[in-house]
């Protein structure tokens, strides 16, 4: 049985930081694309960044630069390092994985049950 389990989501102010961890198991992170999905309340779930090795990976415009995704494969656990987060960052955060590349929740065959980040003023 896969699955997965995120955690590191709270309240943090506007311009702070927040390290989420996403852990599989059931599987074989190696094997797959694993990404971050996000959704704000009464907003679509949303492409944050996917990791394919772990030096290849690809963002959302939004988070560029401030996100980066990260992963150890020998812990199937991948990451997601938050810097000067916003106010627009607050929102769920799901962890996906997938057999192929994609943007879209609909290219992810696993999901976590989400972490919440909230961003305050």
Not at 27 to 50: K, P, T
Not at 65 to 86: A, K, P, Q, W, Y
Not at 89 to 110: E, K, M, N, S, V
Request: aromatic residues 14%.
């Amino acid at each position: 049985q896969v699955e997965l389990v995120e955690s590191g989501g709270g309240l943090v102010e506007t311009g702070g930081s927040l390290k989420l961890s996403c852990v599989g198991s059931g599987l074989r992170f190696g094997d797959y694309f694993v990404a971050w999905f996000r959704q704000g309340f009464g907003a679509e779930r949303s492409f944050v960044a996917v990791s394919w090795t772990p030096g290849e990976s690809m963002y959302a415009e939004p988070v560029r630069g401030r996100f980066t995704i990260s992963r150890d494969n020998g812990e199937n656990t991948v990451f997601l390092h938050m810097n000067s987060l916003d106010i627009e960052d607050t929102a769920t955060y799901y962890c996906a994985a997938g057999r192929i590349f994609g943007l879209q929740p609909t290219d992810y065959t696993y999901w976590g049950q989400g972490t919440q980040v909230t961003v305050s003023s």
